[in-house]
């Protein structure tokens, strides 16, 4: 059984009140969540030797999220990912998004809003109306992520959202893992496992080029178990894993798509999502997160955590030769995501 409470836990500096929901399950597993930015704030569990390790990055205050730069756990959308020059066509003409990183558009500004939550059995719900022209994304958005935690150690996220005009939604959970727990680390010796044939070639700018190649004879072919860092050295390009990689097996299934593991601890990894492709990002620039520090007074390194974000193309809208990700007005987008720990015997 599952058991959800929850607490104060500060507030922003606008003066909006941030919520701390806690999930525990009779493994000795916890999950801990805010309602800034639906952030994963903790996720523990005992290792092979009965120590509890917290294998997620994060802060431990609300000025930490605010000020800081990884989104760490985060809740992104309305689009996760990058979209080319801010723009996307839909509906016959260009829609102008709020550029945020450089002259393209990332992400979007779920990863700085308080939602609204409430405990449900097992787990927890956010929600938030994001209104029309919200980066100048069409339609008023209605979304909601619920969180739960299973007797076998899953951490379930399961994503809607509906809109009262045509628009264009992807969305996905920001977490950095690092299985070894806060002890300041990198992943580089970590194994990992995805099930990927091809990945969606990309410029100088990490934008898609709309070609997509196959991970043969690439630093993107994890099909086989290998050390995170054993070809990253070849990524001189993005200083690292920052890549989209399209998934092997049937989108809109709920599929098993990665497996990490720590040979310290003992802990294991196993994600699954219904989505068609994933991020593989390896915190190439976390050592110069903008916040002060991350938890325990832990600064990460370069490397100090891998996400797996399950999501759909970047910049969709783009390319018709990619899955479509227009939201019609209406409609339900539907996503689930599952990270599931284990440790070895």
């Known amino acids: 059984m599952t058991t959800v409470s929850v607490r104060p836990f500060g507030s922003t500096g606008d003066g909006k009140a ?33 120590v509890p390790r917290d294998v997620v990055l994060g802060y431990d205050t609300v000025e930490g999220y605010e000020n800081g730069s990884s989104f760490f756990g985060a809740f992104v959308g309305r689009y996760a990912n990058r979209i080319k020059n801010a723009a996307i066509p839909l509906g016959g003409r260009m829609v102008q998004l709020r550029p945020n990183a450089g002259a393209h558009h990332l992400h979007g500004a779920f990863a700085r809003r308080v939602f609204d939550g409430e405990m449900t059995d097992g787990g927890v719900v956010f929600r938030y109306v994001s209104p029309p022209e919200e980066e100048g994304y069409p339609g008023t958005l209605t979304g909601e992520v619920r969180y739960s935690l299973t007797a076998d150690n899953a951490l379930v996220i399961a994503y809607t959202a509906t809109a009262d005009a045509d628009t264009v939604v992807n969305l996905t959970n920001h977490a950095y893992f690092n299985l070894n727990g806060q002890d300041g680390s990198d992943v580089l010796n970590h ?58 097996g049937s989108t809109g299934a709920l599929h098993r798509f990665a497996t990490a593991k720590s040979g310290s601890t003992g802990i294991i990894l196993t994600a699954y999502t219904t989505e ?25 390194p370069r490397y100090g955590g891998f996400c797996l974000e399950a999501q759909h193309y970047p910049c969709s809208p783009n390319y018709p030769q990619f899955p479509s990700t227009v939201l019609k007005k209406g409609e339900t987008y539907r996503q689930t995501t599952v990270y599931q720990l284990s440790v070895v015997e």
């Open 191 to 248: 194994l990992l496992q995805i099930d990927a044939d091809s990945y969606t070639d990309m410029d100088g700018s990490l934008i898609p080029t709309g070609k997509i190649n196959s991970v043969d004879g690439t630093a993107l072919d994890f099909r086989s178990e290998k050390p995170i860092g054993a070809d990253i050295a070849q990524l001189t390009q993005s200083g690292g894993y920052d890549h989209n990689l399209i998934l092997n």
């Open 18 to 50: 941030v919520t701390q929901y806690t999930l525990k399950n009779e493994n000795g597993m916890c999950v801990q969540l805010l309602s800034y930015a639906c952030a994963v704030q903790r996720m523990v569990i005992p290792d092979k030797n009965g």
């Open 276 to 300: 068609p492709a994933i991020q593989l990002y390896t915190g190439n620039f976390i050592q110069n997160d903008t916040a002060a520090h991350g938890k325990n007074g832990v600064r990460y």
